[in-house]
């Protein structure tokens, strides 16, 4: 079974530029999580998917921060415009309902410049 | 959120040595989990562990939810072991898992 897809991988970027990350959940979890994780320190949550409903945003920046989930799979998290502060790794996560085991993402290592 | 208290920081042991991680949490947890974060940065899943004791190989954790605590056990680490280990739990109030700094592992040959 295929586990929680993210690309790209990678990505380096000039301050002011926009930026999109993809996630692909594992297939069946209706639930979808994005989670920021900085320079050492623990992953914290962005936002919560309940199919394609936004059940928890209460910790994206909204003035910069968009994400969508549109068909109830798969999920995009945009940054308009990036600043240097924003550089960290972007995970997703999914789980079969939101009182089970969490699986991760690769993650995106994004570098504002 | 709660707050997540790992122990130790950071760790080093020599190929075959044992250890023991701790996680305390500030209050009452549901799907405690621990983590392996390798030098990639992959979150590979450990444990999901809200309650008792688990085995899988050479780890094995056990969580006191009464006591708010859980421990992961290594035992004969390798160098493979390296890396950042993570204990997370979500709140019975929250929905996210909420993550401690992590031990940071390295075993040498």
């Known amino acids: 079974e295929a586990g929680v897809v993210q690309s790209p991988r990678y990505k380096i970027i000039e301050k002011k530029q926009p930026v999109a990350f993809w996630c692909n959940p594992i297939?069946?979890?209706?639930?979808l999580y994005w989670y920021l994780q900085n320079l050492g320190q623990g992953p914290e949550l962005l936002i919560r998917y309940e199919n394609e409903e936004a059940v928890d945003d209460s910790q994206l920046p909204k003035d910069r921060f968009s994400a969508e989930r549109l068909k109830g799979v798969d999920s995009t998290l945009k940054i308009q415009p990036a600043e240097l502060g924003d550089s960290a790794v972007y995970l997703c996560?999914?789980?079969?309902?939101?009182?089970?085991?969490?699986?991760f993402g690769p993650g995106t290592r994004l570098t504002v410049l | 959120g709660i707050q997540v208290e790992q122990s130790p920081p950071d760790l080093i042991l020599q190929e075959g040595a044992n250890s023991t991680l701790r996680c305390n949490f500030s209050?009452?947890?549901?799907?405690l989990q621990w983590f392996h974060q390798n030098p990639w940065g992959q979150l590979i899943n450990l444990f999901y562990i809200p309650s008792g004791t688990k085995q899988n190989g050479r780890l094995s954790a056990t969580t006191v939810a009464t006591e708010r605590y859980s421990l992961l056990y290594i035992s004969s680490s390798q160098t493979t072991d390296s890396g950042v280990y993570f204990c997370a739990g979500r709140p019975n109030s929250g929905y996210a898992l909420n993550f401690g700094k992590g031990t940071s592992l390295l075993v040498t040959p």
């Open positions: 996560a999914s789980s079969l309902g939101t009182s089970n085991e969490q699986f």
């Open positions: 297939s069946g979890h209706n639930t």
């Open positions: 209050d009452s947890v549901n799907n």
